[in-house]
């Protein structure tokens, strides 16, 4: 195409410094060896039993959709590669350095044993007042954190070297976004032109792992360079932004025509429109916030992080690439960064023991990395993992509901409170290639509330409550009992089957057709205690160690096993029936693969629950599953 060798030209430019407004971001290379969790970028969930293959979270990141089509992703995870191998079938964990303990070892401690985190808790000089949560909650540390940016500091000023240089110009003062997804600002300093800064909501189907259940909501927010605002003679243009903005929306959701243009309007003319990927300088924040069910979209006032991803460099998928979970981390400790190894730098401030914000370092940064990367080949080769579910490393985008629906402050299926009880005011988006409503196809795959196949106690309930026989199933819902394998596997497999059956009879929405609350929606209580649980972390900064937190181990991190699928520990010792898994046997024979991760994971690519070629994206036009009346 035209523009792609200049597109290239850039790119090679960019390698190192990056270079962007005037400015540089100046990073090292980091052995990993360094940190306590030199593979931090395997999450929590990746360790998790699947019930005798009965649950398979693992589809929600690991398949070959994104990669197969070369839409914005070049890191397929379900069989396509032969380097990578099936993530959803067998736990293939990299084998470790000379320097480092085996990521086959589970390092997350507090999600683990979170009895740990509370003995800790207890030693911690930083105690608080369980009954002022709520009040916790709602206080703002966020305006506070913006305060510290001191005006133009940021990605558009390279002299600034301090850690607060890449906190996201967007103030919460200016919040929420306007009908139009755009946050304006009556304060000029900050506006761009006119009262526009630049930044626009956007609202999006949600996965599992961030629904209110998880404990944790999410603010998300794109900016896109001033080209993009401007016409072809350079004057501001709201019009030309939003058409500009309309069509990135198209290329990262795969819903460009033949008829589009074949670069951006106005005066971003000369920017070829790529079908997967962003433009460079392309800028998101991400507030994560706690779960306040008083609050519009259950986002409270105060906030968990604030992440922040710049677009510093372009690729191609169909261009060579390379995994390399060994290479060092390229960062900036005293800026407060890390690069992704995939065309962006990524930054993040979270809570200290007070709960102030502060920016993170190396090893918590890297835990970003896990989801927000791919593979990619340019040199120096730098340390990229990521996710086979990714588009250009981003998840929210291109979940976004279409139009106006989209162009929103995030709010959680419209969610409201009305007379003391949640409700959700949207149903179920079909997926496009499966032609099923999204959460719905979540529901069935999963079995729980999440990527940890677990729900909480309200949702057990209202399970139970609705899956009888007396209803019209072939059998009533049961509480697991983990006490024997063969129990527990029987109840689940009878578990896929209700769920499967609920989901068929659109059980899973109300009378009005939108999706259930109390599938979507913690119990007062339920939230309030994984605030707490979560406020623990801060108090004794162990995010190291996990951001999970459970009042109890999950089962899934159990060893249930029958006999001829046993496994051991790494050193070869068995596993007791419920014992909590700490880690698995690698591969010592093979010269190739030595010290990779070997133990299966049962699920088996002939199952209905397998799918190696899930794609995140919506149905277009929006279409809601509907329910029989």
């Given amino acids: 195409m035209a523009y792609q060798g200049f597109n290239r030209l850039i790119f090679a430019l960019c390698l190192s410094p990056i270079v962007g407004f005037g400015g540089s971001l100046m990073g090292e290379f980091v052995s990993r060896t360094t940190f306590a969790n030199p593979y931090a970028n395997i999450p929590a969930q990746c360790y998790i039993e699947t019930s005798g293959g009965t649950q398979n979270a693992c589809m929600f990141c690991h398949t070959n959709a994104p990669a197969r089509s070369r839409l914005g992703n070049n890191n397929p995870q379900a069989g396509l590669s032969s380097v990578t ?65 001191k005006g133009k500091m940021g990605w558009e000023n390279g002299q600034d070297d301090s850690p607060w240089r890449l906190f996201p110009d967007l103030s919460p003062s200016d919040l929420p976004a306007k009908e139009d997804g755009f946050v304006r600002t009556n304060t000029p300093k900050r506006a761009i032109f006119s009262n526009m800064t630049g930044w626009r909501a956007i609202n999006f189907m949600p996965y599992g792992i961030f629904t209110p259940m998880s404990g944790s909501v999410s603010g998300i927010y794109i900016r896109l360079p001033h080209a993009f605002m401007q016409d072809d003679k350079g004057q501001w243009s709201e019009t030309v932004y939003l058409q500009n903005l309309d069509l990135l929306e198209k290329a990262i959701t795969d819903r460009l025509e033949p008829n589009e243009p074949k670069t951006y309007y106005g005066n971003a003319k000369n920017i070829e429109v790529l079908r997967g990927l962003y433009p460079l300088y392309t800028e998101f924040a991400h507030p994560l916030h706690y779960v306040d069910l008083d609050a519009k979209g259950t986002r409270a006032q105060r906030v968990k992080e ?119 005011h949207r149903g179920d988006p079909l997926n496009r290639n499966a032609n099923q409503g999204e959460f719905g196809y979540f529901l069935k795959h999963v079995v729980g509330a999440n990527l940890y196949g677990v729900m909480p106690q309200s949702m057990a309930t209202f399970l139970s409550e609705q899956i009888t026989k007396r209803h019209g199933y072939s059998e009533d819902w049961q509480a697991l009992d983990t006490t024997k394998t063969d129990t527990l596997f029987a109840q689940q497999r009878l578990h896929v089957k209700l769920m499967g059956e609920f989901v068929a009879k659109k059980a899973y929405l109300n009378d009005e057709g939108f999706i259930h609350p109390r599938l979507l929606y913690p119990s007062e209580k339920e939230a309030l205690n994984a605030a707490i649980a979560y406020r623990k972390v801060v108090a004794t900064q162990r995010f190291t160690l996990g951001k999970d937190v459970f009042a109890q181990t999950p089962f899934t991190f159990r060893y249930f096993r029958e006999e001829k699928d046993t496994y051991t520990h790494l050193d070869g010792t068995p596993y007791k029936i419920g014992e909590i898994i700490t880690d698995r046997p690698i591969e010592h024979e093979a010269t190739l693969t030595q010290g990779v991760g070997i133990v299966k994971t049962l699920i088996d690519e002939k199952d209905a629950l397998y799918d190696g070629e899930y794609l995140p994206l919506l149905k277009y036009p929006l279409v809601f599953e509907r329910k029989e009346k």
């Fill in 85 to 149: 191998g099936n993530l959803q079938t067998v736990y293939t964990f990299t084998p470790a350095t000379q320097q480092t303990i085996s990521p086959n070892i589970n390092p997350w401690e507090n999600t683990l044993f979170p009895e740990k985190l509370e003995i800790a808790y207890q030693k911690s000089p930083n105690h608080f007042d369980e009954k002022a949560m709520p009040h916790f909650l709602t206080e703002d540390n966020w305006a506070e954190a913006y305060g510290k940016r």
């Fill in 306 to 424: 604030i992440r922040y991803m710049v677009k510093t460099k372009l690729f191609f998928p169909g261009e060579a690439a390379e995994k390399e979970e060994n290479a060092p981390l390229y960062l900036n400790e005293k800026q407060g960064w890390v690069n992704n190894g995939a065309g962006w730098i990524l930054a993040g401030f979270i809570e200290d023991a007070k709960g102030h914000l502060r920016p993170q370092r190396g090893e918590e940064l890297m835990q970003c990395v896990g989801c927000h990367s791919d593979n990619y080949g340019f040199e120096p080769s730098s340390f990229t993992s990521g996710s086979g579910n990714t588009i250009d490393s981003t998840w929210a985008f291109p979940r976004k509901f279409p139009q106006k629906t989209g162009w929103a402050e995030m709010d959680y299926l419209a969610y409201a409170m009305k007379d003391g009880k949640a409700h959700s």
